[in-house]
């Protein structure tokens, strides 16, 4: 069991950065693989990036490679999104998840949850 705490969003302009932080329980973090997913008001949930235990590997969605960045220290037991050039559409909540036998970008993987922070970009 591991719970998830999502920190750090809040409103940007557009072009401005963010940095989100999820802060994990429990003392097997490090073999979790992590995800970050975001809702969209009207939308479905959409993957954003993944990282692997080690942090070796990593993917992004189209929309956000190249401007977003993920993550994480296995001695804090927190992961992290690095997100720059931020736009309107990236207005959404975002989440983070661990999976705890896969390393997927489908939310249906994903064996926890956090609450969710809300990430609003204003033009």
């Known amino acids: 069991q591991v719970q998830l705490v999502e920190s750090g969003g809040g409103l940007v302009q557009a072009g401005g950065s963010l940095r989100l932080s999820c802060a994990a329980s429990g003392r097997t973090f490090s073999s979790y693989f992590m995800g970050w997913f975001r809702q969209a008001p009207g939308k479905e949930r959409e993957f954003v990036a993944l990282i692997s235990t080690t942090g070796g590997t990593t993917l992004y969605s189209d929309s956000v490679k190249g401007r977003f960045t993920v993550s994480r220290d296995n001695a804090k037991n927190t992961v992290y999104l690095q997100m720059n050039s931020l736009k309107p559409e990236d207005t959404a909540v975002y989440y983070c998840?661990?999976?705890?036998?896969?390393?997927?970008?489908?939310?249906?993987?994903?064996?926890?949850w956090g609450q969710g922070t809300q990430v609003t970009v204003s033009s």
């Open positions: 998840a661990a999976a705890v036998s896969t390393i997927s970008t489908r939310d249906s993987d994903y064996n926890y």
